[in-house]
């Protein structure tokens, strides 16, 4: 007998027997599972009531009066499922009914027999954990009677990776859902065999499903995988209503009256009684066509609330005169690969925040001789570095003013979109401040880009401005030789919160909140040498918001903070240590990078920009090594926040950043001030 854990269970060729109560197994079962119960559902119970009415003791013995006379029934049932004697035996926890089951299989002859450690519950930790995970979903949507499901059939057949919902609940979502699908599964054993179906899957090539909501009819999808979902691109089948009304004649009309009538009934709410009463009288003539028209009526709007109330800015519309679903099949095919063909980076010399111009030349076309005006009510502006500018509004509060945009750091035109907005609100949030409103800074190669993917990426913006609570009000566009993107935003902070990147003292410790590395892992995906488990890696830390920026503003021992984008860490560092006048250390082994970033360093995917920061201030560093070198001045964008706070309220931030799942490392310290402003140990 040996033991083995969830993974290697799934992966393996045995046959699986599931020794659990029947009423266990059918509440929820690892797919393919056989269940020889060693106990049935009333001796189960009674030997749990034994167990805490009397001991654990007595339980046992009576356990195993149950079970012995059946121990000739285990063997033949067991020897019919796997003849050659190889098997999974497994219970709830992995405890003694699986691990006595399986040494009575040894004993009788079986050649190998195999214990799931922490038995079906382990099963099921592992399926909630991998709904969590990353998919590359494509979702087909459209108003009833589109034909969707058969559509997903045609993908099927041509190749693609499909996951049918409704099929593996058993109901088509609707109140007429149910009609000829027979029992639904739990909502339990729903996840199981969906996670069953998608673990089959290449996670990084698409897959496709239907457009639900987060209800089939009794059963539920998995959270993690309904908000993915939610955010993938939504392929909308607009089809003529007459259409569809076919469609479902041809799909529902043999299908009894009575149970038509009754899903009739279900609706009347929503119908209005007179609708109902009318549907139910053509029902009574045998005129579905009319029944189905009637019934769009009140689907076709419902659909329509349930687009609007989506988070889902990825709407591509396909109009479509029919619901032959082959024909349907290669069109959406064709379009999908027409959008993701798209190179973005291709049309760009620069990407995201790499794109900045070195500090060191923005200086030099700062300096000026002309005189400036200085405002008072301008509290911050152009005579600092700092994140925005701020106006003091003369009642205790004032009005943050930023501006960001860049070339395209991803080919997905949506992604580009939302990593643009993200970055730009994200000055806002390293003052502390919350941002009110953004207008859009937008230029496009008309001759070169189609109108549908510069939608997609004012889509992207679009939706982190909602995320945020700070509308796109706006914006301005231009016929560019490139792609830019980004936001004017314009937020609020109450002046007793706000945060600069000068006001740092010495003693400070030093935090960072995201890990370093997006430059190099961009430019590796650029330069075709990324690896496929690690392409989410860069995006993921980009679209994330640093909207943590508005409680640490709050807190009176954050003393200094600044998001870090293109100038590298070592960049925004030296910026803070300049306008507080001090110096700086930073422990390179504290400081949070991602584990695969070296690897590509070595590969040579290091940016141009970070060079150029290098040569721009890399007279104020002192470094051991180039790869410090390459990972400090990596170019970010969207990147995290730097943060100096007092040292003894670092145990307050520590515990907000850990609650929000941020990195809560001290990476080092502000110090007196030195020869070198930064100092890499």
């Given at each position: 007998?040996?033991a083995?854990?969830?993974?290697?269970?799934?992966?393996?060729?045995?046959?699986?027997?599931?020794?659990?109560?029947?009423?266990?197994?059918e509440?929820?079962h690892?797919?393919?599972?056989?269940?020889?119960?060693l106990?049935?559902?009333?001796e189960r119970?009674e030997?749990?009531?034994v167990?805490?009415?009397e001991?654990?003791?007595?339980?046992?013995?009576?356990?195993?009066?149950?079970?012995?006379?059946?121990?000739?029934?285990?063997?033949?049932?067991?020897?019919?499922?796997t003849?050659?004697?190889?098997?999974?035996?497994?219970?709830?926890?992995?405890?003694?009914?699986?691990?006595l089951?399986a040494?009575?299989?040894?004993?009788?002859?079986?050649?190998?027999?195999?214990v799931?450690?922490?038995?079906?519950?382990?099963?099921?930790?592992?399926?909630?954990?991998?709904?969590?995970?990353?998919l590359?979903?494509?979702?087909?949507g459209g108003?009833?009677?589109?034909?969707?499901?058969?559509?997903?059939?045609?993908?099927q057949?041509?190749?693609?990776?499909?996951?049918?919902?409704?099929?593996?609940?058993?109901?088509?979502?609707?109140?007429?859902?149910?009609?000829?699908q027979?029992?639904?599964?739990?909502?339990?054993?729903?996840?199981?065999e969906?996670?069953?179906?998608?673990?089959?899957?290449?996670?990084?090539?698409?897959?496709?499903?239907?457009?639900?909501?987060?209800?089939?009819?009794?059963v539920?999808?998995?959270?993690?995988?309904?908000?993915?979902?939610?955010?993938?691109?939504?392929?909308?089948?607009?089809?003529?209503?007459?259409?569809?009304?076919?469609?479902?004649?041809?799909?529902?009309?043999?299908?009894?009256d009575?149970?038509?009538a009754?899903?009739?009934?279900?609706?009347?709410?929503?119908?209005?009684?007179?609708?109902?009463?009318?549907?139910?009288?053509?029902?009574?003539?045998?005129?579905?066509?009319?029944?189905?028209?009637?019934?769009?009526?009140y689907?076709?709007?419902?659909?329509?609330?349930?687009?609007?109330?989506?988070?889902?800015?990825?709407?591509?519309?396909?109009?479509?005169?029919?619901?032959?679903?082959?024909?349907?099949?290669?069109?959406i095919l064709?379009?999908?690969?027409?959008?993701?063909?798209?190179?973005?980076?291709?049309y760009?010399?620069?990407?995201?925040?790499?794109?900045?111009?070195a500090?060191?030349?923005?200086?030099?076309m700062?300096?000026?001789?002309?005189?400036?005006?200085q405002?008072?009510?301008?509290?911050?502006?152009?005579?600092?570095k700092?994140?925005?500018?701020?106006?003091?509004?003369?009642?205790?509060?004032?009005?943050?003013?930023?501006?960001d945009?860049?070339?395209?750091?991803?080919?997905?035109?949506?992604i580009?979109?939302?990593?643009?907005?993200?970055?730009?609100?994200s000055?806002?949030?390293?003052?502390?401040?919350?941002?009110?409103m953004?207008?859009?800074?937008?230029?496009?190669p008309?001759d070169?880009?189609?109108t549908?993917?510069?939608?997609?990426?004012?889509?992207?913006?679009?939706?982190?401005?909602?995320?945020?609570?700070?509308?796109?009000?706006?914006?301005?566009?231009?016929?560019?030789?490139?792609?830019i993107?980004?936001?004017?935003?314009?937020?609020?902070?109450?002046?007793q919160?706000?945060?600069?990147?000068?006001?740092?003292?010495?003693?400070?410790?030093?935090?960072?909140?995201?890990?370093?590395?997006?430059?190099i892992?961009?430019?590796?995906?650029k330069?075709?040498k990324?690896?496929?488990?690690?392409?989410?890696?860069?995006?993921?830390?980009?679209?994330r918001l640093?909207?943590?920026?508005?409680?640490?503003?709050?807190?009176?021992?954050?003393?200094?903070m600044?998001?870090?984008?293109?100038?590298?860490?070592?960049?925004?560092?030296?910026?803070?240590?300049?306008?507080?006048?001090?110096?700086?250390?930073?422990?390179?082994?504290?400081?949070?990078?991602?584990?695969?970033t070296?690897?590509?360093?070595?590969?040579?995917?290091?940016?141009g920009g970070t060079?150029?920061?290098?040569?721009?201030?890399?007279k104020h560093?002192?470094?051991?090594?180039?790869?410090?070198?390459e990972?400090?001045c990596?170019?970010?964008?969207?990147?995290?926040l730097?943060?100096a706070?007092d040292?003894?309220?670092c145990?307050?931030?520590?515990?907000?950043?850990?609650?929000h799942?941020?990195?809560?490392?001290?990476i080092?310290?502000?110090?007196?001030?030195?020869?070198?402003?930064?100092?890499?140990?």
């Open positions: 007998m040996r083995i854990d969830v993974e290697q269970a799934v992966e393996s060729s045995f046959p699986i027997l599931d020794v659990r109560s029947p009423g266990e197994h509440k929820g690892i797919p393919g599972a056989v269940n020889i119960a106990f049935s559902d009333e119970a030997i749990g009531t167990y805490k009415q001991s654990q003791e007595a339980a046992i013995r009576l356990g195993y009066g149950y079970a012995d006379p059946k121990r000739k029934h285990y063997i033949h049932e067991a020897r019919r499922i003849p050659d004697g190889r098997v999974i035996v497994h219970c709830w926890r992995g405890g003694m009914r699986s691990r089951f040494e009575h299989l040894e004993n009788n002859g079986f050649k190998e027999v195999q799931i450690t922490g038995g079906y519950k382990a099963f099921r930790v592992h399926v909630l954990d991998f709904f969590k995970r990353s590359n979903l494509k979702v087909i108003y009833t009677g589109s034909g969707k499901t058969e559509i997903l059939h045609e993908l057949k041509q190749g693609q990776q499909v996951i049918d919902l409704e099929g593996t609940a058993r109901h088509k979502g609707s109140a007429f859902g149910g009609i000829g027979g029992e639904q599964p739990s909502v339990e054993q729903f996840e199981n969906l996670y069953h179906e998608l673990a089959k899957f290449d996670p990084h090539q698409t897959i496709w499903l239907e457009d639900e909501s987060r209800t089939i009819g009794k539920i999808i998995p959270a993690g995988l309904y908000e993915q979902m939610r955010s993938a691109r939504l392929f909308f089948l607009d089809i003529p209503r007459e259409e569809r009304a076919s469609f479902l004649v041809s799909g529902y009309a043999d299908k009894g009575d149970a038509l009754q899903a009739i009934k279900q609706i009347r709410k929503r119908l209005g009684g007179l609708r109902t009463q009318m549907a139910l009288d053509l029902l009574a003539e045998k005129n579905y066509y009319q029944v189905a028209l009637l019934s769009l009526n689907y076709d709007k419902a659909y329509d609330n349930s687009i609007r109330k989506k988070k889902n800015a990825r709407v591509h519309t396909i109009y479509l005169p029919s619901t032959n679903p082959r024909k349907n099949a290669q069109i064709e379009q999908h690969q027409k959008m993701d063909n798209i190179k973005l980076t291709a760009s010399h620069g990407a995201g925040c790499g794109c900045k111009i500090p060191a030349v923005l200086s030099d700062l300096k000026t001789q002309q005189p400036i005006r405002e008072k009510n301008i509290i911050i502006g152009h005579h600092t700092d994140d925005a500018a701020v106006y003091d509004k003369g009642d205790g509060t004032g009005i943050i003013s930023t501006t945009f860049f070339m395209p750091i991803v080919d997905d035109p949506f580009f979109g939302q990593i643009a907005a993200t970055n730009a609100i000055d806002v949030f390293a003052m502390g401040g919350d941002p009110v953004a207008i859009a800074i937008f230029g496009w008309v070169k880009l189609s549908e993917v510069a939608a997609a990426v004012l889509a992207g913006g679009r939706d982190v401005c909602a995320k945020v609570g700070s509308p796109l009000a706006g914006g301005h566009s231009i016929d560019s030789q490139e792609p993107f980004g936001l004017a935003v314009t937020g609020k902070i109450d002046l919160h706000l945060k600069r990147n000068d006001r740092a003292k010495a003693g400070a410790k030093l935090y960072l909140t995201k890990p370093l590395g997006v430059g892992l961009s430019t590796a995906e330069q075709g990324l690896k496929k488990e690690h392409q989410n890696i860069a995006v993921n830390s980009m679209t640093n909207s943590i920026g508005v409680q640490l503003g709050k807190i009176s021992g954050v003393q200094a600044t998001d870090v984008t293109g100038f590298g860490l070592l960049g925004h560092l030296v910026e803070m240590c300049e306008g507080s006048g001090l110096s700086a250390s930073i422990h390179f082994d504290q400081v949070p990078v991602f584990p695969q070296a690897s590509y360093v070595e590969l040579g995917c290091v940016p060079h150029r920061n290098w040569q721009s201030y890399g560093i002192k470094l051991n090594t180039n790869e410090h070198r990972i400090l990596d170019p970010q964008t969207s990147g995290g730097l943060i706070v040292d003894q309220q145990a307050e931030v520590e515990q907000l950043l850990n609650d799942d941020l990195e809560a490392k001290a080092g310290e502000m110090c007196e001030r030195e020869y070198q402003m930064v100092e890499v140990i």
